[in-house]
């Protein structure tokens, strides 16, 4: 017989939770073996509050007049959550709307989103030789024009050029080639080339909207059952969980060391690996993010080696996420890809499976609405390969401006070209300021009473610890909510600051955490420390044991 959907659904969380309650006993820091991204245990690095828990199955299989329901819909899609843009946003996004309709009705009189990296929205320029590419390709009736040399610098009409006669038909409204436009490819594979310092293949370049697809597009491939796993870092950038779940894997998680500032530890992840296969789990791929998204660490090339070993030995693939390869700004610390250590320590084709994610969305170019990225696949098979472009070719392909943005990104302007100062003086002011806004919000999270913050050495966050009291934890269960999501909801009605709990990357278990970042510009950043500092000595007063 048939079972419905909400009793595969049962089945799915059932064995999720049994396998949870195997526990290992034996680690150096008290943590988790491998808990499930769904588990209602006190112990799993994610908050016990999940609607697909507190929901019942009675109540959401209500008369309704509609033909589908929360019960017949996808398990897999009840499991997935996303909190980058979860309730705390929601709730920010409502006030907004409040704000405009009754202005003076809130004791601020903007919302600050610090709970997303988007850099643009919070007004930072577009780098102008990257628009002005774009611009003439959209439009190439006017290269031709004698008015365009006065606006346009002329390395910017020359690679539009360029481009335009890359693209099938000079037209960027038709559909490229699965994998992108071949030409592009030629020259994001020569930028990788440059930067590492070791060939690249433009046929292992996959062209994305975004990082995102792709990395859909491998838990895709590697997923196969409840039964297939993803080594994933806690804290973890929300995309993995959300995938995995959606694609019905399992999550298996290491933990970073907070106390060696996000460390990534070798026998942590045997740990928890020795662990996973012990109860019968199939650990496919081991996900590595540098530099660190929520937690803002940059790995050290020596580190880089053991993990590409530790993959190799344990014959799992590689996915790097080095979308925030440009977002370094400790002079002590320097961005090196995945790709480049494992070449460097003699590994080929044949030695190790990697996959290299890069977006147009981060670094100092912030594009996110442009929707441009790539993954670089490398020590599959050909036969492998083949499904991966058949894959591919079902979305058609990604967008050309992304495709553009992403071959600008990976080849911007040479010493010499007209553009090559102002592009350097802009590229510098933007990570110049990020890098002072992460130190202002660095020091200024320590100072506040209980909150510990790590340096961010890269990306564009900070993940700090916040220890609350048990009044302030009692309160939370009473409001049914996390005690992380319970200080940001307050935070945010309090101050207009928007932030994102730490329940939602994960974390050790009985810790509390929120992600912000350090995008909103610099002249702001003042208002949101201050607005911080009066409500958390409120917050901490209100509750203090």
């Known amino acids: 017989m048939r079972r419905t959907a909400a009793d595969r659904f049962r089945h799915l969380f059932n064995r999720s939770f049994l396998l949870h309650r195997h526990r290992h006993h034996h680690h150096n820091h008290n943590h988790p073996p491998f808990p499930a991204s769904s588990s209602l245990s006190s112990r799993s690095p994610f908050s016990p509050y999940r609607f697909f828990f507190s929901t019942p199955f009675s109540s959401m299989a209500s008369d309704s007049p509609f033909p589908v329901t929360a019960q017949n819909i996808n398990p897999k899609v009840l499991k997935c959550e996303y909190a980058v843009r979860g309730e705390v946003v929601t709730l920010a996004q409502n006030l907004q709307k409040d704000l405009l309709a009754n202005p003076g009705s809130h004791p601020f009189d903007e919302i600050l989103y610090c709970n997303i990296g988007n850099p643009q929205s919070l007004g930072q320029p577009p780098i102008t030789f990257f628009r002005e590419v774009l611009a003439l390709t959209d439009h190439p009736a006017i290269l031709d024009k004698s008015e365009t040399q006065g606006l346009f610098s002329a390395d910017a009409i020359e690679r539009a050029w360029k481009i335009v006669e890359q693209i099938p038909g000079r037209a960027t409204g038709a559909y490229s080639h699965s994998q992108g436009v071949k030409g592009l490819r030629d020259t994001i594979a020569a930028g990788i080339e440059e930067r590492d310092g070791f060939p690249a293949n433009p046929d292992d370049i996959f062209m994305t909207d975004g990082a995102s697809p792709a990395v859909h597009n491998m838990m895709q491939l590697l997923i196969r059952s409840e039964n297939d796993a993803i080594l994933c870092p806690i804290p973890q950038y929300p995309l993995y969980s959300a995938s995995i779940a959606l694609h019905g894997g399992f999550l298996v998680p290491y933990y970073l060391n907070e106390a060696s500032g996000w460390g990534l530890e070798i026998p942590e992840l045997k740990k928890q690996l020795d662990a996973a296969k012990s109860k019968g789990i199939n650990v496919r791929a081991l996900v590595v993010i540098n530099p660190g998204n929520p937690t803002g660490q940059v790995l050290s090339e020596e580190n880089q080696r053991h993990i590409v070993d530790f993959a190799k030995q344990e014959g799992l693939v590689l996915l790097a996420d080095e979308v925030y390869q440009e977002n370094v700004y400790?002079?002590?610390?320097?961005?090196?890809?995945?790709?480049?250590?494992?070449?460097?320590?003699?590994?080929?084709?044949?030695?190790?499976?990697?996959?290299?994610?890069?977006?147009?969305?981060?670094?100092?170019?912030?594009?996110?609405?442009?929707?441009?990225?790539?993954?670089?696949?490398?020590?599959?098979?050909?036969?492998?390969?083949?499904?991966?472009?058949?894959?591919?070719?079902?979305?058609?392909?990604?967008?050309?401006?992304?495709?553009?943005?992403?071959?600008?990104?990976?080849?911007?302007?040479?010493?010499?070209?007209?553009?090559?100062?102002?592009?350097?003086?802009?590229?510098?002011?933007?990570?110049?300021?990020?890098?002072?806004?992460?130190?202002?919000?660095?020091?200024?999270?320590?100072?506040?009473?209980?909150?510990?913050?790590?340096?961010?050495?890269?990306?564009?966050?900070?993940?700090?610890?916040?220890?609350?009291?048990?009044?302030?934890?009692?309160?939370?269960?009473?409001?049914?909510?996390?005690?992380?999501?319970?200080?940001?909801?307050?935070?945010?009605?309090?101050?207009?600051?928007?932030?994102?709990?730490?329940?939602?990357?994960?974390?050790?278990?009985?810790?509390?955490?929120?992600?912000?970042?350090?995008?909103?510009?610099?002249?702001?950043?003042?208002?949101?420390?201050?607005?911080?500092?009066?409500?958390?000595?409120?917050?901490?007063?209100?509750?203090?044991?």
């Not at 070449?343 to 996959?355: A, F, H, N, P």
């Not at 200080?487 to 600051?497: E, F, H, I, P, S």
Request: proline letters at 4%; glycine letters at 8%; one cysteine or more.
């Open 330 to 545: 400790v002079p002590e610390k320097k961005f090196h890809s995945f790709k480049k250590v494992a070449r460097s320590m003699g590994y080929g084709e044949k030695d190790i499976t990697l996959v290299s994610f890069q977006s147009v969305s981060k670094g100092y170019h912030g594009e996110c609405g442009k929707r441009g990225g790539y993954m670089e696949v490398t020590g599959f098979s050909a036969e492998v390969r083949e499904q991966i472009y058949k894959v591919a070719s079902v979305n058609l392909c990604s967008n050309i401006s992304g495709q553009i943005l992403a071959s600008l990104v990976m080849s911007p302007p040479k010493v010499g070209d007209e553009s090559y100062e102002s592009f350097m003086a802009e590229r510098g002011n933007i990570l110049a300021s990020l890098a002072r806004r992460a130190k202002t919000l660095e020091d200024a999270f320590n100072k506040l009473e209980g909150v510990t913050c790590n340096k961010a050495e890269g990306a564009m966050y900070l993940f700090p610890q916040i220890r609350l009291s048990q009044k302030a934890i009692k309160a939370a269960g009473e409001a049914k909510t996390a005690p992380d999501n319970f200080y940001c909801k307050r935070l945010l009605n309090a101050t207009g600051v928007v932030v994102v709990p730490g329940s939602g990357f994960g974390q050790v278990p009985g810790t509390w955490h929120f992600r912000c970042t350090i995008l909103p510009q610099e002249e702001k950043i003042p208002a949101i420390v201050s607005r911080l500092t009066e409500f958390h000595k409120k917050f901490m007063d209100e509750f203090r044991d």
